[in-house]
């Protein structure tokens, strides 16, 4: 049974740090390409950032980039998004998502397996 349980989210001011966990059961993380999604209040689901196991490379969204930073504890089964320098427009509930073979397109229709979600929310 796979499982992927979001955790670590909570209310900040703008220019704190969160950091979000991801426990996956189920599955071996580390033979998995993993991924952050987040889906802000009335938008669209939008990509955060991938660890991709298959080419050691990890990718950002442009919004993100020198501020998130995504990592996975392989002996804990377990992926990290440390977000620093939070800001208001990065409210949103945040989806920790897996797939097994990696693909051109990072859309979130490409992934398997999904978490339920963590809520961060960021005050001004």
Known sequence: ???LVES????VQAGGSLRLSCAASGLSASRYTMAWFRQPPGKEREFVADDIWLSRTTDYADSVKGRF???RSND???VYLQM???K???TAVYYCAAKSR???NPGPETY???GQGTQVTVSS
């Open 76 to 78: 804990k089964n377990t």
């Open 1 to 3: 049974q796979v499982q």
């Open 112 to 114: 398997t397996y999904w």
């Open 69 to 71: 930073t995504i990592s």
């Open 88 to 90: 208001p427009d990065d």
């Open 84 to 86: 620093n320098s939070l």
């Open 102 to 104: 990696p693909t051109m």
């Open 8 to 11: 670590g989210g909570g209310l």
